[in-house]
């Protein structure tokens, strides 16, 4: 009977490895890139608080993802099983703008979950940028990481 219950301990150990959750979080902009180190080609940046689902459950320093579709390679330093805590712009109750070099007022760059309705680029700092041309876009941001 005492070998039976082992058994049925050890099973239950082994499933609870292969059930835990495929789904983490990114603690911070995050870029999803074609190959597993920091020279590839960055295929799109994900946003901080967004899920990514695992395509392999292991404790690598890379770990092979799927986002929006995608399919990549993040370092797993920035993964959480926990989902952070993310407002939907940071700082500020208003969105701020600025007057671009055509005089057109545009929406200064702002972090968001998700691409919003405007958008053309993500920024180095996981803000989205609103600029209506590439001259210094993102500039004082880290640069532009994806175009949209």
């Not at 005492?2 to 789904?23: A, E, G, M, P």
């Not at 995050?30 to 689902?53: C, F, H, M």
């Not at 939907?88 to 070099?101: A, D, L, W």
């Amino acid at each position: 009977m005492k070998r039976y219950f082992l058994i049925l301990v050890q099973l239950l150990i082994v499933l609870s490895c292969f059930s835990q959750s495929t789904i983490k979080y990114s603690t911070g902009s995050l870029n999803l890139r074609a190959d597993s180190n920091t020279s590839s080609q960055v295929i799109t940046v994900i946003p901080k608080g967004t899920s990514v689902t695992m395509e392999e459950n292991c404790n690598c320093e890379w770990i092979r993802v799927s986002y929006q579709g995608q399919t990549g390679y993040v370092y797993s330093k920035y993964l959480s099983t926990k989902q952070p805590t993310v407002s939907t712009h940071v700082g500020h109750s208003k969105v701020k703008h600025y007057t671009n070099s055509a005089g057109e007022r545009v929406q200064s760059p702002t972090y968001y979950r998700s691409a919003p309705a405007g958008a053309t680029a993500i920024c180095g700092d996981g803000t989205y940028s609103f600029s209506r041309s590439r001259r210094g876009t993102c500039s004082h941001h880290g640069g532009v990481q994806v175009w949209l």
